[in-house]
């Protein structure tokens, strides 16, 4: 029905998949499983372990609670469908599926973006004004970042879906790609994609600008901080508890850029896709691993969680 109100024939798409050759299925199939497994497991594991243990209830672990959730979200709506590309002949996706998973996806990235750019100036407020940050960084504070961020992604899901059902689609329908992302499918529209390349390319470069300007200034004021800091304690607590934000930033922010802020050229197509894997898949499994085993309030919480289940 959808199809139809947009002036297009095409009905359903065909995913390709991460890889074409037959030799390397299995093996892909495999990982992309046990990434599936780890990531739900690692983000589960992390979401409870801050919603039972009182000292995690702070502004920080509010923040990664959110950034695992969304985490979450993206193994739902992305893995399930890949995983089908490796045990099928044609990984079919109706038109509003694709629609479907492509809002989602969008939604999430950018609210992404935003959770980690409010982490920074968290961040900031922590090494900066550790003396006013119960004040600046209250629970109602919080709540309007993570609503926020949230709003600001739904606003973005919501833009880069609407100018995507604008388009036709009248007889190619098979996607270069394991998943229905904006660019792979701007290719095989019959009309012009001019004003959609237009549209989501300055949005997804000034989501991109924007955070990374406010996470360097951040962490800019930080150094400065850790600069005058006199005891070598206070410089090792500083980079303990930033180091990790970094880390997921790095990775985030560097594979999508890669990924969105290139042109939309055949050649480019096996990079985007790798570059998509890494923030996809890779990144949301890592999060926990990298806010959970240099962090000792999570091992304190892991180990009174598994006493509370042993006794």
């Not at 599936?36 to 039972?52: A, E, K, P, R």
């Not at 993570?146 to 009248?170: E, K, N, P, Q, W």
């Not at 607590?237 to 180091?243: E, G, H, M, N, V």
């Not at 890779?282 to 969680?305: E, H």
Request: with cysteine; aromatic share 12%; charged share 10%.
């Amino acid at each position: 029905m959808m199809a139809m109100e947009n002036g297009s024939s095409v009905t359903e798409f065909i995913l390709v998949g991460i890889t074409d050759q037959p030799q390397l299925q299995l093996p892909f199939f495999l990982l992309c499983l046990l990434n599936y497994m780890v990531t739900v497991l690692g983000n589960f594991s992390l979401i409870n372990l801050i919603c039972l243990n009182s000292h995690l209830h702070t502004p920080m672990y509010f923040f990664i609670l959110n950034l695992s959730f969304i985490d979450l979200c993206h193994a739902f709506i992305i893995t399930p469908k890949m995983l089908m590309s490796f045990m099928v002949e044609k990984n079919i996706i109706s038109f509003e599926e694709c629609m479907t998973q492509l809002f989602f996806f969008c939604l999430f990235v950018h609210s992404e973006c935003y959770v980690l750019t409010a982490m920074a100036y968290d961040r900031y407020v922590a090494i900066c004004k550790p003396l006013m940050y119960t004040v600046t960084m209250s629970p109602q504070v919080c709540a309007l970042l993570i609503s926020g961020s949230y709003v600001l992604g739904f606003a973005g899901g919501m833009v880069h879906t609407g100018d995507m059902l604008r388009l036709s689609f009248c007889d190619a329908n098979i996607i270069n790609h394991y998943m229905c992302d904006m660019f792979p499918l701007q290719q095989l529209s019959c009309s012009s994609t001019y004003v959609n390349e237009l549209v989501d390319s300055t949005i997804v470069s000034t989501v991109a600008i924007v955070s990374t300007i406010i996470i360097c200034i951040s962490y800019a004021l930080i150094l400065s901080n850790i600069l005058h800091m006199s005891s070598s304690q206070g410089w090792s607590k500083a980079f303990s508890t930033c180091s990790s934000h970094i880390m997921t930033v790095v990775l985030f922010y560097g594979a999508g850029m890669f990924t969105h802020l290139k042109t939309s050229s055949d050649g480019s197509l096996g990079q985007r896709r790798f570059f998509s894997v890494i923030y996809t898949n890779i990144v949301p499994m890592l999060n926990p691993f990298i806010y959970s085993l240099r962090n000792k309030d999570v091992k304190l919480a892991l180990k009174k969680t598994l006493k509370r289940i042993a006794s």
